[in-house]
C-alpha cells in the first residue's frame, strides 16, 4: 500500500474517532488523533494479522498501553475487518463489546486488557519473552503515552526488555507533551525522554509520528536491531488533524458536541480530498 | 510429627511440574532462595526469570507469558506479591481472566524477625476480593504439593499463600485434594474449628485439648478461601451450632469473614474468630508472635469454652 493510501486511511480512522466519540458523548479523541498515522502504519503496512483469526498464535501482537486510546485502536480494528463497522457506534454503552479500556476478552483483535497506566510495556515483555522461548518469529508492539512514562512500572518493565535483550519488541511512544492536567513539562517533567530510554539499554530512534515514511522506515529499523529493544519516540501532535482540537490539553478526554463534531468531520473530509 | 516448610513444598513441586510441562515458566523478584524457586532456575535455567526487585513488572510480564499459552508462576513473599502489585493483579490478571499462578510465601506472622512490613495479614482479603481469583491456603507440605499441582491445572488466576517456618505434617500422601471442598479432619458434635494454613494443626491440637474435658470438636480445613465449600460449612454448623476460626491473618476480610459471609446467608449460628485483631504485627520469633497475637491452640480452647 502507498503512502497516499495509508493517508487516507489514517484520515478515515480520524473520521471514525469523532464519530465514535461523539455517539458515546465519552471517551478520549485528543491522544486518539494523536495516534493515527501510527496505527495505520501498524495495521496496513506491518502487521502480521489475520482478522478471521484474531487468535492466531503465529501473529504480531499489539498492546496498547495507553489504554485511553481505545477510539483510534477499534476505528483501526473495524477498519482491518476484526469487528463490524457499524459496532463502533456502541462504543463505551451498555453490552458492548467495545468497553471505554481495552478488554481482550471481548474485543477481537484486542491483545491484551489494558487500562490502569504503566502496565502494558511489562504484558508486552511477556509476550516477547514467550516467543522467544516458543522460537517464533512474531513481533510485539506497544503503544506508550508520554504522560503514562511517569508511571515506575514502565521504567521496571524497560530495564526487563534490556536485560533479556528483547530485540522482538518495538515500543513506540506517542510523544504529544500533554497529559489531563496540562503540558508534560509543567505537570512532571519526562524530558530528556530520548536520553532516558537509552540509559535503560534501549535502541531508540525520534521520528515526525505523523509523517507515514517516517514511521514505516522506523518499524524497519527497529527489526532490523539486535540484542536490544527499541522504541520510537513519535513526536506527535494531540488531537492532530482538527484544527480547535490540536494542541488543546482539553480535548484529552472530552467528547464533541454537534457543532464540534459537524466541524471536526467537514475538516476531515476536505483533508481527505486533498490528498487524492 | 515431620515437619516441612509449604515454601519448600512449592520448590519440589515446582521441579516435578517443570519436568510435566514445558509450559510451565518461573518468575521471582529476588527472592528465589527464600521462595524456593532457585531448584526450578537450577533445572530449568530457560524457564526461569528473576525479574529482579519490581513485583509490579513481574506481575505484568506473567500476564504476557500468560496470553501466549504460558502457566506462569510468579513468586514472592505475600506482602509484596498482593499489596505492592494489587493493581497490576486486578486489572492485567484478573480481569482478563489469565492463567497466571501466584505463589506468595513468607504470609502472616511466622514470617517473625523481619516485623510488621513483611508480615502479610490482608493478603486474602485482597486476592480474595478479585473476581475471578481462586485463593488456596494449604496447611501443611503434603496438601501444598497436592493443591500447586491442581492450580497449574486450573485455567485462571491462583493465588497460593504459602509460609516460612516448617510446619507439622497432617495429610498422607494418599489423601485426595478438589480446589474448592474442605476437608473435614476430625468428626465432632459440640462445636466446629473451621482453619486454614497453619491454623491447622493448631485447631487438631486444641481439639484434643477439648476433647479431654469431655468436648468433641468438628476440625475442618477450608484450603481453598474461594471459592469456599458452603456446604461443608452449613453441614457443620447445622450439627454443632457454635463456630470458630482460626486463621494466621487479619480478622477481617479473610477466613472468619468468609465463613461468617456463608452462615450469615444460610445458617446463622454464633461465629468467634481466631485472627490477629486488626493490628500489624511485630519483630518476634514466629511462635512469640502466635502466643502475643492470640494465635495458639489455648486461645481456641479458651474461645470453645466461651461458646460453650
Redesign the interface.
Known amino acids: 500500500m502507498d503512502t497516499k493510501e495509508l493517508q487516507k486511511i489514517a484520515n478515515q480512522i480520524r473520521i471514525d474517532i469523532i464519530e465514535m466519540t461523539y455517539e458515546a458523548q465519552s471517551g478520549h479523541p485528543g491522544g486518539s488523533l494523536s495516534a493515527a498515522d501510527i496505527l495505520t502504519v501498524l495495521y496496513f503496512h506491518e502487521m502480521r494479522v489475520d482478522p478471521n483469526n484474531p487468535r492466531w498464535?503465529d501473529r504480531d501482537?499489539l498492546?496498547m498501553s495507553k489504554g485511553h486510546a481505545t477510539p483510534v485502536w477499534y476505528a483501526a480494528l473495524a477498519e482491518k475487518g476484526f469487528i463490524p463497522r457499524e459496532e463502533i457506534k456502541t462504543f463505551r454503552k451498555i453490552n458492548s463489546r467495545l468497553q471505554g479500556h481495552p478488554?481482550?476478552?471481548d474485543t477481537p483483535g484486542v491483545?491484551?486488557?489494558?487500562?490502569?497506566l504503566?502496565?502494558?510495556?511489562?504484558?508486552?515483555?511477556?509476550?516477547?519473552?514467550?516467543?522467544k522461548?516458543?522460537n517464533k518469529d512474531y513481533r510485539v508492539y506497544v503503544i506508550l503515552g508520554d504522560g503514562e512514562c511517569q508511571e515506575?512500572?514502565i521504567w521496571?518493565?524497560a530495564?526487563?526488555a534490556a536485560?533479556?535483550k528483547l530485540d522482538n519488541l518495538t515500543a513506540i511512544l506517542d510523544h504529544n507533551g500533554l497529559q489531563i492536567d496540562g503540558p508534560n513539562k509543567d505537570i512532571m517533567n519526562i524530558e530528556p525522554i530520548e536520553d532516558k530510554w537509552k540509559a535503560f539499554g534501549w535502541h531508540t530512534i525520534r521520528i515526525d509520528g505523523h509523517n507515514i515514511g517516517q514511521i514505516i522506515n522506523a518499524i524497519e529499523e527497529a527489526k532490523t536491531t539486535k540484542g536490544k529493544p527499541t522504541i520510537i519516540i513519535a513526536d506527535t501532535i494531540k488531537g492532530k488533524g482538527v484544527s480547535f482540537m490540536e494542541n488543546q490539553v482539553g480535548w484529552h478526554g472530552t467528547a464533541p458536541n454537534k457543532e464540534q463534531m459537524e466541524k471536526a468531520i467537514t475538516e476531515l473530509k476536505e483533508r481527505g480530498e486533498r490528498i487524492g | 510429627m515431620d515437619k516441612i516448610a509449604t515454601r519448600d513444598a512449592y520448590g519440589k513441586t515446582l521441579l516435578e511440574l517443570g519436568s510435566q510441562n514445558n509450559n510451565i515458566?518461573v518468575l521471582d523478584a529476588d527472592l528465589s532462595k527464600s521462595t524456593k524457586t532457585n531448584e526450578f532456575a537450577k533445572a530449568y535455567p530457560?524457564?526461569f526469570?528473576d525479574?529482579?526487585i519490581?513485583e509490579?513488572?513481574?506481575?505484568?510480564?506473567?500476564?504476557?507469558?500468560?496470553?501466549?499459552?504460558?502457566i506462569?508462576f510468579a513468586s514472592s513473599f505475600a506482602v509484596f506479591a498482593t499489596g505492592r502489585a494489587y493493581?497490576?493483579i486486578?486489572?492485567?490478571i484478573c480481569?482478563?481472566?489469565l492463567n497466571v499462578k501466584i505463589a506468595a510465601t513468607h504470609a502472616g506472622l511466622t514470617v517473625g524477625e523481619d516485623g510488621a512490613t513483611h508480615q502479610a495479614l490482608e493478603d486474602i482479603s485482597l486476592m480474595r476480593s478479585l473476581p475471578n481469583m481462586t485463593v488456596i491456603t494449604p496447611a501443611d507440605g503434603t496438601s501444598a504439593k497436592a493443591l500447586i499441582k491442581l492450580a497449574a491445572e486450573h485455567k485462571g488466576p491462583v493465588y497460593i499463600r504459602l509460609g516460612r517456618p516448617s510446619v507439622p505434617v497432617i495429610y498422607q500422601d494418599t489423601q485426595q485434594f478438589q480446589i474448592g471442598k474442605g476437608i473435614k479432619l476430625k468428626e465432632g458434635k459440640h462445636i466446629s474449628i473451621i482453619a486454614a494454613g497453619i491454623m491447622v494443626s493448631k485447631a487438631l491440637e486444641a481439639a484434643d485439648a477439648l476433647q479431654k474435658e469431655g468436648i468433641t470438636a468438628e476440625v475442618i480445613d477450608i484450603h481453598t478461601i474461594k471459592p469456599i465449600d458452603k456446604d461443608l460449612i452449613i453441614d457443620t454448623a447445622r450439627k454443632t451450632g457454635r463456630v470458630i476460626t482460626c486463621e494466621e491473618h487479619n480478622i477481617y476480610g479473610g477466613l472468619g469473614s468468609a465463613v461468617c459471609e456463608v452462615l450469615s446467608e444460610n445458617y446463622p449460628v454464633r461465629v468467634k474468630r481466631i485472627g490477629v485483631k486488626d493490628t500489624f504485627g511485630e519483630s518476634g520469633t514466629p511462635d512469640e508472635l502466635l502466643k502475643k497475637y492470640g494465635l495458639t491452640s489455648e486461645d481456641i480452647v479458651m474461645a470453645a469454652r466461651e461458646l460453650l
Open positions: 498464535e501482537r498492546v478488554n481482550m476478552n491483545d491484551m486488557t489494558t487500562g490502569s504503566g502496565q502494558g510495556l511489562s504484558a508486552a515483555n511477556g509476550m516477547a519473552i514467550a516467543g522461548l516458543d515506575g512500572q521496571e518493565a530495564m526487563t536485560h533479556y | 515458566v530457560e524457564r526469570f525479574m529482579g519490581s509490579q513488572d513481574m506481575i505484568g510480564t506473567a500476564a504476557g507469558l500468560a496470553t501466549c499459552g504460558k506462569p493493581d497490576q486486578r486489572d492485567s480481569y482478563p481472566n
